[in-house]
């Protein structure tokens, strides 16, 4: 199995610009979760979804993010308009119900 | 909201030592997991916990679940440079898969 998949793995945009993220969930698993890593805030849980549906989204910071999981094999995340404090390491993860989350190689954005 | 503190946060130490990361919390969670993370990688999960007091070993690795499943510790026997990485705990309920992770501790081993 490949794995989780993200893209692309390095992100650098200019403030104000539209950024999306894209994670392809390992085949079989029915739970997605974003994640943001920083060094001040650590792993932070962003959204999660089951079965291509949205279950939490309480860890999302604000309007300008949204993320959507239109079939079990797709995921994106999009942050609009992007903004300097959002550079962060971007990770996506999956699993099955009760099994171990496998995460992706993450995508690092910079925001400047 | 539940918060999962880990000590110490960074840890340099020469190979051969021994170390001990703790995993706090004021909550109660039905699993416990420790994770590695090398630089530019996702975390991969170490073991997972769901037993108060239980203790799980994974060669040089000792893994403890507190009585009240409410903190956790990872020991390392005779550290390698190979076991250098950020070691991360993180909280688990019910059968959603959401975790919520510790603040990390940060392990440099030298030669």
């Known amino acids: 199995d490949a794995g989780v998949i993200q893209s692309p793995r390095h992100e650098v945009t200019e403030m104000g610009q539209e950024v999306t993220l894209r994670c392809k969930p390992i085949s079989g698993h029915d739970y997605l979760f974003w994640y943001r890593q920083t060094m001040m805030r650590g792993l932070e849980l962003l959204i999660y979804?089951?079965?291509?549906?949205?279950?939490?989204d309480s860890g999302m910071p604000e309007d300008r993010f949204s993320a959507k999981m239109p079939n079990a094999s797709f995921s994106t995340l999009k942050i609009q308009p992007s903004e300097p404090r959002d550079s962060a390491v971007y990770f996506c993860a999956s699993t099955r119900a009760g099994e171990t989350q496998y995460f992706g190689p993450g995508t690092r954005l910079l925001v400047l | 909201t539940q918060l999962l503190e880990q000590s110490p946060q960074f840890l340099s130490i020469q190979e051969g030592e021994n170390l001990t990361v703790y995993c706090n919390s004021s909550?109660?969670?039905?699993?416990l997991q420790w994770y590695r993370q090398e630089p530019g990688e996702g975390p991969v999960l170490l073991v997972t916990?769901?037993?108060?007091?239980e203790v799980k070993k994974l060669k040089r690795l000792t893994f403890q679940f507190g009585d009240a499943r409410k903190d956790s510790s990872l020991h390392i026997t005779a550290a390698q440079p190979g076991d250098t990485g950020l070691y991360l705990c993180a909280g688990g309920n019910g059968t959603a898969s959401k975790l919520t992770f510790g603040t990390g501790t940060r392990l440099q081993v030298t030669l």
């Open positions: 916990v769901v037993t108060g007091g």
């Open positions: 979804f089951n079965n291509n549906v949205p279950i939490d």
């Open positions: 909550s109660v969670f039905s699993s």
